[in-house]
């Protein structure tokens, strides 16, 4: 899929939803949210991902939504796996959004990469939520 000028759903909306979904745990300090601390990552990333999916269904312009839902899913779970090992690698996995969001336009991608695009956005959204919301509440 190629686009003529810069998209701004595949930027903002993953990462609006992911910011959104790594908030919730610090605003509502719920049962369900808080698997087990409200430090945990889980529950952020499982609203991420069921919010990927329902963005990626959506999409009437790219054919392979099933294609498109595999990229988002890898790129959360290569987003969020190594996170508990390494305390850093969020810092990659936004550094790796930002070059994604500069140069997948401007390139024909099959859908499973627009869908990695859209994964690592909702991940950099959580994460860069999570911060926030540790610093603010």
């Keep these: 899929m190629k686009w003529d000028k810069p998209p701004l759903w595949p930027v903002a909306l993953p990462?609006?939803?992911?910011?959104?979904?790594?908030?919730?745990?610090?605003?509502?300090?719920?049962d369900y949210l808080t698997v087990e601390s409200k430090f945990s990552l889980l529950?952020?990333?499982?609203?991420?991902?069921?919010?990927?999916?329902?963005?990626?269904?959506m999409q009437?312009?790219?054919d392979s939504k099933i294609e498109m839902s595999l990229g988002c899913v890898s790129a959360l779970l290569f987003s969020l796996l190594p996170q508990l090992l390494f305390f850093v690698w969020f810092v990659p996995v936004m550094l790796?959004?930002?070059?994604?969001?500069?140069?997948?336009w401007?390139?024909?991608?099959?859908?499973?990469?627009?869908?990695?695009?859209?994964?690592?956005g909702a991940a950099s959204g959580v994460?860069?939520?999570?911060?926030?919301?540790?610093n603010v509440a």
């Excluded at 990462?15 to 719920?30: A, Q, T, V």
């Excluded at 959004?97 to 140069?103: A, D, L, M, T």
């Excluded at 401007?106 to 690592?120: C, D």
């Design 60 to 62: 009437r312009r790219i």
């Design 15 to 30: 990462s609006i939803l992911g910011f959104i979904s790594g908030c919730l745990p610090y605003i509502l300090e719920s």
């Design 127 to 134: 994460y860069m939520g999570g911060i926030f919301a540790f």
């Design 96 to 104: 790796i959004w930002i070059r994604e969001s500069i140069f997948v």
């Design 43 to 57: 529950a952020p990333f499982g609203m991420a991902a069921a919010g990927c999916l329902v963005i990626c269904f």
């Design 106 to 120: 401007r390139k024909s991608y099959p859908a499973f990469r627009i869908g990695v695009w859209i994964g690592l």
